[in-house]
């Protein structure tokens, strides 16, 4: 799919300007870096489950964040997932069907 840019070389969708990150991604890669804990480039359901303790989120909810977020369903989180995951989050309005990304729910 393409991707409406104004003349300002803005895309209108997210943000981003022409060939730099948004400021999602930016954001999401630094998360993503503190996240892969043994720094193997994916993050899995432990690593996740550690940051859920750090923002004293029950455990159990990064078994539902994971499930939605591991899109291609690898067992493993990669960048690209994670990037789209909180694009979602932050930048779509909201979508009953994302619900187990919603820590407030736990």
Do not use: C
């Amino acid at each position: 799919s393409t991707q409406s840019t104004g003349s300002s070389g803005i895309n209108a969708e997210y943000g981003e300007r022409r060939g730099e990150p948004s400021l999602i991604a930016l954001l999401s890669n630094a998360y993503y870096d503190v996240l892969d804990d043994d720094g193997d480039g994916t993050v899995d359901i432990d690593e996740l489950k550690t940051m859920m303790k750090a923002f004293d989120v029950p455990q159990e909810a990064a078994y539902t964040f994971f499930e939605k977020a591991d899109t291609d369903k690898s067992g493993k989180l990669e960048r690209n997932e994670l990037v789209h995951l909180f694009r979602k989050f932050w930048m779509e309005p909201y979508d009953p069907q994302w619900d187990g990304v919603y820590a407030y729910k736990y």
